[in-house]
C-alpha cells in the first residue's frame, strides 16, 4: 500500500502531537497547516532575559503523564518544574478567604475541618451537612449541569461561594450551563454508588488528599511556547506551513480531500485531522448536517492580563499563591495569580508578576476593551485586597477571542450526532482539541496521539 497523505488544520498542541507520533511511528507523510505565524494555538508565552510570562496555559497536572511525556519527547525535559505550595484564596464581598484544605474541587473530604471556614453562613454549612440524607437528583438519564446538580446537593451558597469559582474557572463557563457528563461524571458515579458525595469522597483515600506537600502542577522554565516549537524541530522540514489559513476542504470521489487556503494552495490528502473549534472545523466541510451538529458547541471569550512591578510596589498582606472570584460580586477579573510566588522560575529579577483574568461567559465585552481600560479595571479590582505604591512598569493583555470551549448540558450527545456525521458523510476525515474531549493540555496530547494512531492503522 502507497503511504498515506496526511492535512493537519492546525498547528497547537493537539496538532502537533498528531504529527509527532506519526513522524515517530507510521511511514505517513504529514503537512500541518497553521494560520498563524507562530505555532502553539492558545499557547503563547512572552519571555525576556528576566521574565517569563505566559498568555494562556501555563501549566498542567502532574498525574495527567501524556504531557510531561511530550515534553520529555522533545528534549525539555531538564526544565520540567513543579509550583510552589502556598495558601490559596477565594475573593467574596471584597475580602480573601482562604480556600478550605482538605478538598476535592471545593468538595470536602474533612467535614469538620471544612465547617471552620468563613466561606459560607451557618445556613449554608448546614445545607452541605444535608448532603449525606439527600436522594439522588432526579435526572432520569438525562445530562444535568454543574450548577443544578451541585446546588441540589450542597445548597447555592457553596456553590457560588466555593464551587463555582474553582469549576468554573477550569472552563471558563458558566457551572449552570456546563455539563456534568462531559466535564465530572464521576460525580454523578458517587452518588449512583455511595448516595452521597460526601459519604464518597471521604471513604476512598485516593479521593481524600492531604494538605499538599508539594505542586501537583507542572510547566517548563522556558515557558510553555518553547515545548511547542521543540517539537516542530523533531518534525520534517517544511511540514508545517504557517500563515497558511486553511478555508475549505472538499470530499472529492475517490474519499480523498482537497485543501485548500486563502493564500490559493492546494493539495489532495487521504486523510485530515482538523484542530480547530468544533463551529470553525465544521465551517472548512460546507455541509449543513455538519454545521447544525456543530452549532450550540460554542467558545466564549476571554483575556489574561500579566502585571508587572518593581520590587515592593505591592503592599499585599495575604502570603500566598493567588486567588478566584465567587460569583454574583462585581468584580471584572474572574481570578489572580501571584504568579512570581507560585512559579519562581518566571521572574529572575527584583520584580513582582501577577496574571489575572477577566471576561466571563455571558459578559465578555471587556475583552474588547483597549489595553489600558482592561488594565485600568483590573487594579481596581486588586485594589480591594493590596495597596500599590506605584502602577505597573509594564503589562501584557492577551485576547483569546471565541476561544474558551463550552461544555454545555448536553455536549456528549451532540459529539455523538457530530462523529456520526463524520462517519457517514467525510470518511477519514477527523475533528480533534479542547472543544470535543478535554480542555488541558494533556487531554489534547491523548486527542492528538489517539487520531493519530487510527490515522496510521489504515496503512498497514
Keep these: ?11 497547537g498542541i493537539t496538532g502537533l502531537s498528531a504529527a509527532l507520533w506519526l513522524e515517530d511511528h507510521s511511514d505517513v507523510t504529514y503537512t500541518v497547516y497553521e494560520a ?29 503523564e501524556s504531557m510531561t511525556h511530550f515534553i520529555e519527547r522533545v528534549g525539555l525535559k531538564s526544565e520540567l518544574v513543579r509550583n510552589e505550595v502556598g495558601q490559596a484564596y477565594i475573593l467574596k464581598d471584597g475580602e480573601l478567604h482562604p480556600n478550605p484544605k482538605r478538598t476535592v474541587l471545593g468538595i470536602p473530604t474533612d467535614l469538620e475541618e471544612f465547617l471552620n471556614t468563613e466561606l459560607l453562613s451557618k445556613q ?14 432526579n435526572r432520569g438519564d438525562k445530562d444535568v449541569s454543574l450548577g443544578h446538580f451541585f446546588e441540589y446537593r450542597f445548597g447555592k451558597e457553596m456553590v457560588q ?14 457551572v449552570y450551563e456546563m455539563s ?41 522554565t522556558s515557558g510553555l511556547q518553547t ?17 497558511e489559513q486553511v478555508n475549505n476542504i472538499s470530499r472529492l470521489n475517490d474519499n480523498s480531500y482537497q485543501v485548500k487556503t486563502i493564500s490559493g494552495h492546494t493539495e489532495t490528502y487521504d486523510d485530515v485531522l482538523i484542530t480547530l473549534t468544533p463551529k470553525k472545523a465544521a465551517m472548512l466541510l460546507n455541509n449543513n448536517r455538519l454545521n447544525q451538529a456543530a452549532e450550540n458547541m460554542i467558545s466564549t471569550s476571554c483575556a489574561t492580563v500579566a502585571l508587572v512591578f518593581p520590587e515592593g510596589s505591592i503592599k499585599n498582606n495575604y502570603e500566598g499563591t493567588g486567588f478566584v472570584v465567587a460569583r454574583g460580586g462585581k468584580e471584572t477579573i474572574t481570578a489572580c ?48 485586597v493590596m495597596s500599590f505604591v506605584d502602577g505597573p512598569s509594564s503589562y501584557k ?29 467525510f470518511p477519514h476525515l477527523y475533528m480533534a482539541g479542547a472543544g470535543f474531549e478535554g480542555v488541558g493540555l494533556p487531554d489534547c496530547v491523548n486527542q492528538g496521539v489517539a487520531y493519530a494512531k487510527k490515522i496510521a492503522k489504515k496503512t498497514t
Design 161 to 174: 461561594s466555593l464551587i463555582e469559582p474553582l469549576l468554573g474557572g477550569i472552563y471558563g463557563g458558566n
Design 397 to 425: 493583555v492577551t485576547r483569546w477571542k471565541e476561544a474558551m470551549p463550552q461544555y454545555k448540558v448536553g455536549h456528549v450527545e451532540r459529539l455523538t450526532r457530530l462523529r456520526e456525521v463524520l462517519i457517514e458523510e
Design 1 to 11: 500500500m502507497t503511504n498515506r497523505r496526511v492535512a493537519i488544520i492546525g498547528a
Design 180 to 220: 456534568m457528563e462531559a466535564t465530572f461524571p464521576h460525580f454523578l458515579e458517587y452518588e449512583k454508588e455511595k448516595g452521597s458525595i460526601l459519604r464518597a469522597v471521604e471513604k476512598d483515600p485516593s479521593k481524600n488528599p492531604a494538605v499538599a506537600k508539594q505542586g501537583m502542577f507542572l510547566t517548563v
Design 124 to 137: 449554608g454549612k448546614e445545607e452541605v451537612q444535608n448532603e449525606y440524607t439527600k436522594p439522588a437528583y
Design 227 to 243: 515545548v511547542l516549537e521543540a517539537a516542530v524541530k523533531q518534525l520534517k522540514e517544511n511540514t508545517v506551513l504557517l500563515n
Design 337 to 384: 495569580t501571584w504568579t512570581d510566588v507560585k512559579w519562581p522560575h518566571t521572574s529572575k529579577g527584583n520584580q513582582t508578576l501577577l496574571r489575572a483574568y477577566v471576561g466571563r461567559p455571558d459578559d465578555s465585552a471587556i475583552v474588547d476593551r483597549a489595553d489600558k481600560d482592561i488594565v485600568k479595571a483590573v487594579l481596581q479590582d486588586l485594589k480591594q
Design 36 to 64: 498563524n505565524d507562530r505555532v502553539g494555538g492558545k499557547v503563547v508565552t512572552y519571555s525576556s532575559e528576566d521574565l517569563v510570562v505566559e498568555g494562556g496555559a501555563d501549566s498542567y497536572l502532574e498525574r495527567k
